[in-house]
């Protein structure tokens, strides 16, 4: 099915299909406001563009009769031209001037954030367009904090015209490509023989509405209102900061006539780390031991910090205590700071054995005497059989093997794997 044919118009609108013109008419206004991509933030724009134009595209086809009576017949399909329907995009001028009694459509609207009225009737943001980029910080950066300095170049308001673009008692003429409005109206394609009418800024006038004449435009700008400065900024990242955290320059974007310049936001990303994983403020990382010293203990520097200290352990048996391999040693405000505050996470130290190398014991003594420091090995629960057979066997099989080309969903370890996700054990069908 086409997804022309799936769209419900009267609940686009939030309305039944016996709604009278006045309700349509106010269900629209409702939408128009609550949808408009001006209204929302940044983030959430793309989402309220989408609703804004289907909500447009409903009061169009819905608040003329015949139209209206097409839909009520044939849906959607009335309207693709693939399947012979009309394809007619709306008019928004007139849309607007029967919602808002021919007040020019949103340029000239009170209480629509964002969009003060401008010369010309132009639509003029509050404020400019947000410049955001990714900042790459290392761990050890984000232990310590960390403040760089950077070179930014960025459009400035043109101190000799003040914005107008023309010289000192020049007079502007209105912008004879969009009549003076700073914008103009487009079409764009939005479904199969469905389009809609946007307005989008003058690129003649860059969205001005006015122009001079070449002798006339400002000599240091050159009409454009605006010109390039550098400057430097700082750029501060507080002990603790995280993955995701924005860090925002207030109003170092660049700058338009009659508008509040946006902000520089920087997203910090957190760089992968050789020694240390970060959950919060917690810090985790592996602590290779021997296993002597998994059995006897040790007293050493076991890794360095992310602020360059060496972290010592002074780990003793005398309880004949040992470590053993996945133990976990957690040690108290040795993670991350927390921002704002004389707080730190803990580290979390997860145990590794080395064991020696093949052939390390070279002789019975020794094999001997190892035995002896050891407790013996327990006693089997189980009787003995009577039958016993002494087997050959394999070092270092792979586990993968296990039941390799059978089809059993439970070769290669996957049986396990299936236990520990599901509760308990599966059963095959055979």
């Known amino acids: 099915m086409n997804d022309i044919d799936e769209i419900d118009l009267y609940e686009v609108l939030g309305i039944t299909n016996g709604a009278s013109k006045a309700e349509i008419k106010k269900a629209y206004h409702k939408a128009a406001l609550s949808h408009h991509p001006d209204k929302v933030a940044e983030e959430e724009r793309d989402e309220a563009e989408v609703r804004f134009k289907s909500a447009k595209q409903a009061y169009e086809i819905l608040s003329d009769d015949d139209k209206r009576h097409l839909y009520d017949t044939h849906g959607m399909s009335a309207f693709d031209p693939s399947k012979g329907g009309m394809g007619e995009g709306p008019d928004m001028d007139d849309i607007f001037a029967q919602m808002f009694g021919g007040m020019g459509g949103f340029g000239g609207m009170p209480g629509m954030g964002g969009m003060p009225g401008g010369p010309g009737g132009r639509n003029v943001p509050r404020k400019g367009r947000n410049v955001e980029q990714e900042y790459e910080v290392t761990l050890e950066e984000l232990y310590k904090g960390k403040t760089t300095k950077f070179s930014n170049t960025k459009n400035v308001v043109c101190q000799q015209c003040k914005g107008s673009g023309g010289k000192a008692g020049a007079k502007s003429h209105a912008c004879s490509v969009c009549s003076g409005k700073g914008s103009k109206a487009v079409l764009r394609q939005v479904g199969p023989g469905l389009v809609t009418q946007e307005t989008v800024p003058c690129s003649t006038c860059a969205g001005s509405g006015q122009l001079f004449k070449d002798k006339e435009r400002c000599k240091k700008c050159k009409g454009k209102k605006v010109t390039e400065s550098k400057n430097v900024l700082e750029l501060y990242?507080?002990?603790?900061?995280?993955?995701?955290?924005?860090?925002?320059?207030?109003?170092?974007?660049?700058?338009?006539?009659?508008?509040?310049?946006?902000?520089?936001?920087?997203?910090?990303?957190?760089?992968?780390?050789?020694?240390?994983?970060?959950?919060?403020?917690?810090?985790?990382?592996?602590?290779?031991?021997?296993?002597?010293?998994?059995?006897?203990?040790?007293?050493?520097?076991?890794?360095?910090?992310?602020?360059?200290?060496?972290?010592?352990l002074n780990v003793k048996q005398p309880n004949g205590q040992i470590l053993r391999p996945g133990q976990v040693l957690?040690?108290?405000?040795?993670?991350?700071?927390?921002?704002?505050s004389d707080h730190k996470g803990d580290l979390f130290l997860v145990v590794e054995i080395d064991f020696p190398e093949d052939g390390w014991i070279r002789n019975d003594a020794a094999i001997q005497k190892i035995r002896d420091a050891l407790p013996p090995p327990e006693d089997p629960e189980e009787p003995i059989p009577e039958d016993i057979d002494e087997v050959e066997f394999e070092f270092?099989?792979?586990?993968?093997?296990?039941?390799?080309g059978s089809g059993d969903p439970r070769a290669g370890g996957d049986w396990e794997d299936d236990e520990e996700e599901e509760g308990g054990p599966q059963c095959a069908t055979q």
């Not at 076991?302 to 360059?308: A, E, I, M, N």
């Not at 957690?330 to 704002?340: Q, T």
């Not at 270092?396 to 390799?404: K, S």
């Open 330 to 340: 957690r040690v108290p405000g040795e993670g991350m700071p927390v921002k704002k």
């Open 396 to 404: 270092d099989a792979d586990e993968g093997e296990f039941g390799a």
């Open 237 to 312: 990242i507080p002990r603790g900061a995280r993955q995701g955290d924005r860090i925002v320059l207030a109003g170092e974007a660049d700058q338009l006539p009659d508008q509040e310049p946006g902000d520089i936001i920087f997203t910090l990303t957190e760089a992968e780390h050789d020694v240390f994983d970060r959950a919060g403020a917690d810090l985790k990382a592996e602590l290779r031991i021997s296993l002597v010293e998994a059995l006897t203990g040790f007293n050493r520097v076991v890794l360095t910090h992310l602020d360059g200290r060496g972290i010592q």
